[in-house]
């Protein structure tokens, strides 16, 4: 995948610079609520530069974050080098619609609606049967993404600035047409960059998966290796399984558990997937 913002690291690293610790304060908070063992070794599935594999690092944590595009990747690989973190995180180039791993996680992670790049049912089912496989039993995979708009607004636009040693960059983020038939988010960012004296603008479409509640969970059951947990909003307040979800909402974290293990509830209770010991099923049934 060739793409101005991703194949300019240095300005996307700056771009989506916002810090990320009260995240992982919530996931750390997701870890003692569902996962009953300590979390020890986390995923990162399209890990961008690493901003966030950094951070978790930095708490303590084993990371291993993948992206498709290998400047990214070289990029993240560099900082965690610079930050002295080599010993506990590493980054590979690797595709979200293939990957398979040989190695366990407690967690995994997959932030900014990354997983939008994958638009038909396949890849995501794909997606979600390597991520599930690569679970410890118990484990959580947390996917933050917006869902297609109930009602749509006149205009959908996030604009935001960060500067970094002298290096500002500012970035207006569009959802321009859902297309429901596709089921596909036509979306468009624009970057502009004034880096000492010099002026640059990254101007390009992404594609997206339009992300209806419905197909999420379907798609999950049909992987037959997560099912549904919980679901969080941007401000980390628990949001109704049985609610209507739409990008009214916003950015939403939704927790799939692995299907084998046994589950913790947010009341602290423990599940056992429906569907007995080959753990295919999962709680209620319903998701
Ligand atoms: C919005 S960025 C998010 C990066 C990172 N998760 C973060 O929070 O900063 C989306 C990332 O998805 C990556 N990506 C897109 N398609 C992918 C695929 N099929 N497999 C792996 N990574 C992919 C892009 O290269 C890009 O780095």
Redesign the pocket.
Known sequence: ?T?KI?DRPFY?DIA?TWSVLKQIDFFERIFELFVPFKVERIG??????G??LLALARRGYRVMG????PR?VEYAKRRITEAGLADRAEVKV????S?VFNEKFGAA??????LG??HSDE?IVTHFRCTGDALQTGGVYVVQLSCAWGKPPEEDLSSWTFERNGVRVKTTWTVEHEDRERKLSHQRCRMEIEDNGRELVLDEPHVLRLWLYEDLRRLARESGRLFLTAIYDEKFAEVPLDAELTGELGNLYFVFGGPLGLSKTSNGAILLPAGGPDGRGTPGGSN
Not at 66 to 69: L, P
Not at 109 to 114: D, H, P, Q, V
């Open positions: 995948m793409s991703y996307y989506f990162e599935p399209a890990c961008g530069t901003r966030l993948y992206d498709v595009n990214v690797a595709d979200m619609r990957v992670f997959n932030l900014i609606n990354s790049y994958l890849e």
